[in-house]
């Protein structure tokens, strides 16, 4: 059971050029995230999804784009990189759930992105 | 605007000692979560709090919610160098069925020996 599969873990972006974040997971989750990490700092939604072909905007979405064709897969899209961009990003799951103890979130191990 | 904020953000406490991590939130809502992260590497879920007076326990952390002070706790009984790590404070905003997270800005910890 691989979980939360991000890939690539590392990547150097020029500005202005585009790049998609993959993001799978294997325990047929219906919610997916991503969340962006500045240095020193806690965790920002950029967008969510519910289910395949549902997503909605979090807190930082611009310059971001996401689909979610299959129920395993949730890909973040960076459209002309910038500066700003640069951060450390984590894609997350979990199950559907009623008001249980066992909604916590499962995280990928995280892609380091750095736009120059 | 749910704002989340933790303190202290900074922690060096020697191994054997006792602390309390806080966790304020700014507008109401009906779960918060704790997480741990070690230096590079990804979130760890420790604990989920659903209801005022939750309290949870594993190990030596402890965690609480008081949902009409908005705050939560994370007790460190006796640390250990184990502990050492960030935490975040995590509470859902919006409905509660989606899942949406706002992260406090995290509490490193450092155990010395």
């Known amino acids: 059971n691989a979980g939360v599969t991000q890939t690539p873990k590392f990547r150097i972006l020029k500005i202005g050029q585009s790049m998609t974040l993959q993001c799978a997971q294997d325990?047929?989750?219906?919610?997916m995230y991503w969340y962006r990490q500045d240095p020193g700092m806690g965790l920002k939604l950029i967008y969510y999804?519910?289910?395949?072909?549902?997503?909605d905007k979090g807190e930082v979405p611009n310059g971001y784009n996401v689909s979610r064709s299959t129920t395993e897969d949730f890909p973040l899209r960076l459209e002309l990189a910038a500066p700003s961009q640069t951060s450390v990003y984590f894609c997350?799951?979990?199950?559907?759930?009623?008001?249980?103890?066992?909604?916590?979130?499962?995280f990928g191990s995280g892609t380091q992105l750095s736009v120059l | 605007e749910l704002k989340v904020e933790q303190n202290p953000l900074f922690l060096s406490m020697q191994e054997g000692k006792n602390y309390t991590i806080y966790c304020n939130y700014s507008?109401?809502?009906?779960?918060l979560y704790w997480y741990r992260q070690d230096p590079g590497k990804s979130l760890e879920s420790l604990f989920v709090?659903?209801?005022?007076?939750a309290v949870k326990q594993e190990g030596r952390l402890m965690a609480s919610l008081d949902t009409k002070a908005r705050l939560s706790t994370l007790h460190i009984t006796a640390a250990v160098h184990d502990l050492s790590a960030t935490y975040f404070c995590?509470?859902?905003?919006?409905?509660?069925?989606?899942?949406?997270?706002?992260f406090g800005q995290g509490t490193t910890l450092q155990v010395k020996p």
């Open positions: 997350a799951s979990r199950p559907l759930s009623g008001l249980t103890t066992n909604e916590k979130l499962f």
């Open positions: 325990m047929n989750h219906n919610y």
């Open positions: 999804s519910v289910g395949a072909g549902i997503t």
């Open positions: 507008t109401t809502s009906d779960r």
């Open positions: 709090l659903l209801s005022n007076g």
């Open positions: 995590a509470v859902c905003y919006g409905s509660s069925n989606t899942g949406k997270l706002i």
